[in-house]
């Protein structure tokens, strides 16, 4: 979650007018500082998933189905009511993002969870390793039935029911990695979990490899919908090169992407099994408590530090409260370079901590229901 700030910090404070996966004009520090957080949301989703099995094995089956289908409703009413208000600062906002995604991967994980474990590991990877086999499908060969598609797996503007949308993230594969997690959560219960998730780890970091640099499958070619440059090929310097070849399709998540993103973090997973977070650490489980209470305030207040730094340096701030990058490109004039944006994302850090600290000592002294959902 401090990762994901730093990009949202980035999003809302920079200087810079074109996508940082640009390979024409980005660099590597800016790419980097991007690219770090494609590991946030497959984490997210794969530890859903986890949270889901362990709350199963304290719960009965229907204690677990009410579970994820109140927390996932929950999570889709707020994507498009308070979480796209904080992106834009325009009441009511909303579309098709990360939170949606994850509120409807579980209530599909309420009826899956019915299946036996392995099961539901089996369906997961054939829906990771397959799905690309599928991009060449595009909406409009649908008809008028295109929103389905791409919902389901195209980024993309869409109409349903008059009402015009964007869905940044289609719900395929996301939900078959949440179902993974689910797997996920009964492999943590053995003995030998460790070893298993660095074996894991080890192979699907292999797997990204050689898929990456023979381009055999795995990766969507430059079609509409995704911001990715296709296969990897060498560039004319070793940057553009490095570049490429960690730029893959997160939208929906390729098979390359996810193995680039899932291998090294159950890598680093399973080192920590185990292991006491000590010292300079010790402020990520504050923020770990209050996982959904940090997502909505750290975008309010990301937003409204914009405005407000737009203001003392004299630059152009109207537009961030007329819905910000979400409906308007970059104004001239406005932004700054990327240590600015380092240094604003640790003061940003500081002031959510302390305010994460004491939401969290409020839920330890409180047991009011409504709670739970924050």
Same mark, same amino acid.
């Given at each position: 979650?401090?990762?994901?700030?730093?990009?949202?910090?980035?999003?809302?404070?920079?200087?810079?007018?074109?996508?940082?996966?640009?390979?024409?004009?980005?660099?590597?520090?800016?790419?980097?500082?991007?690219?770090?957080?494609?590991?946030?949301?497959?984490?997210?989703?794969?530890?859903?998933?986890?949270?889901?099995?362990?709350?199963?094995?304290?719960?009965?089956?229907?204690?677990?189905?009410?579970?994820?289908?109140?927390?996932?409703?929950?999570?889709?009413?707020?994507?498009?009511?308070?979480?796209?208000?904080?992106?834009?600062?325009?009441?009511?906002?909303?579309?098709?993002?990360?939170?949606?995604?994850?509120?409807?991967?579980?209530?599909?994980?309420?009826?899956?969870?019915?299946?036996?474990?392995?099961?539901?590991?089996?369906?997961? #990877?054939?829906? !990771?390793? +397959?799905?690309?086999?599928?991009?060449?499908?595009? *909406?409009?060969?649908? &008809? %008028?039935? /295109?929103?389905?598609?791409?919902?389901?797996?195209?980024?993309?503007?869409?109409?349903?029911?008059?009402?015009?949308?964007?869905?940044?993230?289609?719900?395929?594969?996301?939900?078959?990695?949440?179902?993974?997690?689910?797997?996920?959560?009964?492999?943590?219960?053995?003995?030998?979990?460790?070893?298993?998730?660095?074996?894991?780890?080890?192979?699907?970091? #292999?797997?990204? !490899?050689? +898929?990456?640099?023979?381009?055999?499958?795995?990766? *969507?070619?430059?079609? &509409? %919908?995704? /911001?990715?440059?296709?296969?990897?090929?060498?560039?004319?310097?070793?940057?553009?090169?490095?570049?490429?070849?960690?730029?893959?399709?997160?939208?929906?998540?390729?098979?390359?992407?996810?193995?680039?993103?899932?291998?090294?973090?159950?890598?680093?997973?399973?080192?920590?099994?185990?292991?006491?977070?000590?010292?300079?650490?010790?402020?990520?489980?504050?923020?770990?408590?209050?996982?959904?209470?940090?997502?909505?305030?750290?975008?309010?207040?990301?937003?409204?530090?914009?405005?407000?730094?737009?203001?003392?340096?004299?630059?152009?701030?109207?537009?961030?409260?007329?819905?910000?990058?979400?409906?308007?490109?970059?104004?001239?004039?406005?932004?700054?370079?990327?240590?600015?944006?380092?240094?604003?994302?640790?003061?940003?850090?500081?002031?959510?901590?302390?305010?994460?600290?004491?939401?969290?000592?409020?839920?330890?002294?409180?047991?009011?229901?409504?709670?739970?959902?924050?």
């Amino acid at each position: 979650m401090v990762i994901m700030a730093l990009d949202h910090t980035r999003e809302f404070l920079t200087n810079v007018p074109f996508d940082p996966g640009d390979l024409q004009r980005t660099w590597t520090v800016l790419f980097l500082t991007r690219w770090v957080s494609d590991f946030c949301a497959p984490l997210f989703f794969l530890l859903a998933g986890v949270g889901a099995y362990f709350y199963g094995k304290r719960h009965n089956r229907a204690a677990l189905t009410k579970f994820l289908l109140t927390r996932g409703s929950w999570l889709v009413f707020v994507e498009f009511t308070i979480i796209g208000t904080a992106w834009t600062f325009v009441f009511p906002s909303g579309f098709f993002g990360v939170i949606w995604t994850l509120g409807v991967s579980m209530i599909i994980l309420a009826g899956v969870a019915r299946l036996r474990v392995h099961l539901i590991a089996y369906l997961g #990877i054939a829906v !990771i390793c +397959l799905h690309n086999l599928f991009d060449f499908v595009r *909406p409009a060969s649908f &008809g %008028g039935r /295109a929103w389905v598609w791409n919902v389901l797996h195209v980024k993309g503007s869409v109409q349903i029911l008059g009402v015009r949308e964007f869905v940044a993230y289609p719900l395929l594969p996301w939900c078959a990695v949440m179902g993974l997690g689910y797997a996920l959560g009964w492999l943590l219960h053995q003995k030998d979990r460790r070893t298993w998730m660095i074996r894991i780890g080890v192979a699907m970091t #292999i797997g990204f !490899i050689v +898929l990456r640099v023979t381009n055999i499958y795995g990766n *969507p070619p430059t079609v &509409g %919908g995704g /911001a990715a440059p296709g296969e990897w090929h060498a560039q004319a310097d070793m940057a553009k090169t490095f570049i490429l070849f960690l730029d893959t399709e997160k939208y929906p998540p390729s098979l390359q992407f996810l193995l680039m993103t899932l291998g090294p973090s159950l890598l680093l997973l399973g080192w920590l099994n185990g292991r006491n977070i000590s010292g300079w650490w010790r402020p990520l489980l504050v923020f770990g408590r209050v996982p959904m209470f940090f997502y909505v305030v750290h975008l309010y207040f990301i937003h409204a530090v914009a405005v407000v730094v737009a203001i003392l340096w004299k630059q152009p701030y109207v537009w961030l409260l007329r819905g910000g990058f979400g409906f308007n490109d970059l104004p001239d004039g406005y932004g700054h370079n990327l240590p600015f944006v380092y240094a604003m994302w640790g003061l940003i850090m500081v002031v959510l901590y302390f305010v994460c600290r004491w939401f969290s000592e409020l839920k330890q002294r409180r047991r009011e229901w409504w709670l739970s959902y924050l």
